[in-house]
DNA sequence: TCAGGTACTGACCGAAAGGTAAGTAATGCT
DNA sequence: AGCATTACTTACCTTTCGGTCAGTACCTGA
């Protein structure tokens, strides 16, 4: 596999995904158990949900502590790394909001 | 379609497909023709970069324009929304480059 | 007359991503 | 015994994405 050409393919790379902006959005608040996440974000079914965090946890952007209790307990929440993430990725859903009208109206559909 | 949930979302909408993100970087320093971005971007085909210029012209993040030349000559340069879009790429550029050594270490392929 | 350069276009294909639906394990509560 | 809760797991299928390859149009210069 070819080295990655500059930051931002790297980082692509590690946001890359339907649901990653996603969670790490939900997760910027603090943890949260899986079912939290799942009512959080709209739409994403479980086997998404947890293949996307597992995908992010096996980069270091998001932790996973399980508490051995049943019913069962997971949290997830941001490593230093994902919180890094998250800021360098501030600017970005700044730009989105405010250009939101026009890019909603450009959409493919 | 649902509308997008946060400006994150719809600016990973935009950025979304493989080659989008190497398109801005290159267009950076200036307007270039097809052939030469084709160059630039190391591995990309003719169809690819076509389909995703296309789609980032419809966005309005890109200008094409042509000159009625033989052999044909088209430049692309980045519209006012795409430089602004660029600007709030800068920082997840920054934080991919400062990370790519454990970025590449933790990589699927 | 024919190769060469430039910017595309279209048919077809395989891989990857994403989605649906059902099942699993452990325990407490009634 | 049977149901609820929580966090997964698995098999299977559909859709989307990206890639290969061949072809087009136009004029220039040999």
Same mark, same amino acid.
């Given at each position: 596999?070819?080295?990655?050409?500059?930051?931002?393919?790297?980082?692509?790379?590690?946001?890359?995904?339907?649901?990653?902006?996603?969670?790490?959005?939900?997760?910027?608040?603090?943890?949260?158990?899986?079912?939290?996440?799942? !009512? %959080?974000?709209?739409?994403?079914?479980?086997?998404?949900?947890?293949?996307? @965090?597992? $995908? &992010?946890?096996?980069?270091?952007? =998001?932790? !996973? %502590?399980?508490?051995?209790?049943?019913?069962?307990?997971?949290?997830?929440? @941001?490593? $230093? &790394?994902?919180?890094?993430?998250? =800021?360098?990725?501030?600017?970005?859903?700044?730009?989105?909001?405010?250009?939101?009208?026009? @890019?909603?109206?450009?959409?493919?559909?």
């Amino acid at each position: 596999m070819l080295p990655y050409s500059c930051g931002l393919d790297a980082a692509a790379d590690v946001i890359g995904g339907k649901w990653k902006p996603r969670i790490l959005w939900a997760l910027h608040h603090g943890p949260m158990r899986f079912g939290e996440l799942r !009512r %959080e974000i709209a739409g994403v079914t479980e086997k998404m949900l947890i293949q996307q @965090l597992r $995908e &992010l946890e096996s980069r270091d952007i =998001v932790h !996973r %502590e399980v508490f051995h209790q049943v019913p069962p307990k997971v949290e997830y929440s @941001l490593t $230093e &790394l994902g919180q890094s993430l998250n =800021v360098a990725l501030a600017p970005l859903d700044a730009w989105g909001a405010e250009h939101i009208a026009v @890019l909603e109206a450009s959409r493919a559909g």
